[in-house]
């Protein structure tokens, strides 16, 4: 199995402030198989970013994702009020798919 | 808009089968463009694919739970299930049915369904 680290695994931030995740991949997931994800408590998981970098339909332009092979980030510019959640990264290259640890951004 | 709907017991015993389905509306189950998926979370914790379905019937499963699993679909009621056979504790989470297309992504989720292992 292709394992997903992401690191920190909590960050502190304030409204405004820029806010980087990393997700690094067990193995080469090449450069498009991965994709980030939202979660907000007693919600499900709200798909942000697909194929590394495409931002999914609706999805705030203050999200990017980047990277290739086996390590990706995903950037929040200026983090909002209704940003602080928990993200997810998933590789989409191998079965099975599978998910990093999540990463909590909490209020500063 | 199309929408997914987890159902199915809140509580099942040590040793017993989980049974959930997930029910598709405002839309087909049939679009060649899509897989049907599993996803459980336990609490407090991150997120474990479970399993995929075609509306072909194809399917992918996790192999670490392959021996348990049992993941089928109707399209004439437009729904997906999941049996699990002989649960423990360890399986006690948010189960989500989600729709992912066919380069893996889950673009729609339901809103998850807390299945509980308890006696």
């Known amino acids: 199995d292709i394992q997903m680290t992401q690191s920190p695994s909590s960050v502190s931030a304030s409204v405004g402030d820029r806010v980087t995740i990393t997700c690094r991949a067990s193995?080469?997931?090449?450069?498009?198989?991965l994709a980030w994800y939202q979660q907000k408590p007693g919600k499900a998981p709200k798909l942000l970013i697909y194929t590394v970098s495409t931002l999914q339909s609706g999805v705030p332009s203050r999200f990017s994702g980047s990277g290739s092979g086996t390590d990706f980030t995903l950037t929040i510019s200026s983090l909002q009020p209704e940003d602080f959640a928990t993200y997810y990264c998933q590789q989409t290259n191998t079965f099975p798919l599978t998910f990093g640890g999540g990463t909590k951004v909490e209020v500063k | 808009q199309l929408q997914l709907q987890e159902s199915g017991p809140g509580l099942v015993k040590p040793s017993e089968t989980l049974s959930l389905m997930c029910t598709v509306s405002?839309?087909?189950?049939?679009?060649?463009?899509?897989?049907w998926g599993w996803i459980r979370q336990p609490p407090g914790k991150g997120l474990e694919w479970i399993g995929s379905i075609y509306y072909t019937g194809t399917i992918e499963y996790n192999p670490s739970l392959k021996n348990r699993l049992t993941i089928s679909v109707d399209t004439s009621k437009k729904q997906f299930s999941l049996k699990l056979t002989s649960v423990t504790a360890a399986d006690t989470a948010v189960y989500y049915c989600?729709?992912?297309?066919?380069?893996?992504?889950?673009?729609?989720w339901g809103r998850g369904a807390l299945v509980t292992v308890s006696s």
């Open positions: 989600a729709r992912s297309a066919v380069v893996w992504y889950f673009d729609l």
């Open positions: 193995q080469d997931i090449y450069s498009s198989w």
């Open positions: 405002g839309g087909s189950i049939s679009s060649s463009n899509y897989y």
